[in-house]
């Protein structure tokens, strides 16, 4: 067992690496990654072959390596649905899914990508739920989540989702800058007047949760907690990914 380990921590280790280096190249090996392996060592080479396709695949534009990629977090969380795959599967449909458009187009993005979003969206909700997960998997759930939220302008859930996680985690360096930036942008009369009549009228409504505590003392608190916090978090953050290639090996021994 320890023989098969090491050698899936050697090449999840290259693989990672291979990833910040020459992502091309590591989606090239990640797909040469042979699958036909007794039952343990094949589950954990198929998590790690699967993180590796969705994000070289996100950072070198390859779609249908990231296709190739959710499709294995898919048959993965459907024989083994612990919190670290489905958090895996949720990151693989946005990856999927990718940015909205900054122009016309974005409404039709919306509209092409509905069913994605909202099921990536259902599985960081279960995971942010999960009491037996991890709380540093549960607090980049509710991370996550909240970032979806804000892609989609619905920015009073964004918010409740960053303090949640801030919650969790005080040191979650990620949620408490997009937490100050989403009251500072509130706060901002360009931004105000630049969008559409429709969306200024609906401004009153947002649940932004602050209590009696001004907006603009909530965000510049939020900003200095997140400048102090946010490279020791992400340092964290790099550590638990590695942490999650893993886990699908973990899950079948358990």
């Known amino acids: 067992m320890s023989s098969m380990l090491d050698r899936f921590y050697e090449r999840s280790a290259h693989l990672n690496t291979l990833l910040n280096t020459n992502p091309a190249e590591a989606v090239k090996q990640a797909r040469e990654v042979n699958l036909n392996l ?11 072959r699967a993180a590796i396709l969705v994000d070289g695949g ?25 919190a670290h795959i489905t958090y895996n599967l949720a990151n693989g449909l946005v990856a999927a899914t990718g940015s909205p458009p900054r122009d ?22 279960k995971v942010a739920q999960d009491v037996e997960a991890e709380l540093a998997l549960r607090t980049q759930a509710w991370t996550n989540l909240a970032n979806q939220f804000s892609s989609s302008y619905r920015l009073g ?3 409740d989702g960053w303090l949640a ?19 500072l942008w509130l706060m901002s009369a360009v931004a105000v007047q630049s969008l559409p009549a429709s969306r200024r009228s609906c401004w009153p409504r947002l649940r932004i ?5 001004s907006s603009s003392t909530l965000a510049h608190r939020l900003r200095r907690r997140s400048l102090r916090s946010q490279a020791n978090w992400e340092i964290r953050h790099r550590d638990h ?7 699908v090996g973990s899950s079948v021994n358990a």
């Open 209 to 213: 949760g602050i209590g009696i505590e």
């Open 104 to 125: 016309a187009n974005w409404l039709n993005h919306q509209e092409v990508t509905r069913e994605r979003r909202a099921e990536a969206r259902r599985c960081f909700w």
């Open 241 to 247: 990914s590695t942490k999650i290639h893993s886990s």
């Open 165 to 183: 996680a801030l919650e969790l985690d005080p040191e979650n360096g990620v949620a408490a800058s997009s937490a100050a930036r989403n009251l």
């Open 58 to 82: 996100t950072l070198t534009q390859q779609k249908d390596a990231i296709e190739e990629g959710l499709a294995l977090f898919r048959e993965l969380h459907s024989l083994f649905p612990t």
């Open 38 to 48: 007794d039952a343990d060592e094949q589950f954990n080479l198929m998590g790690l």
């Open 157 to 159: 859930e964004a918010h």
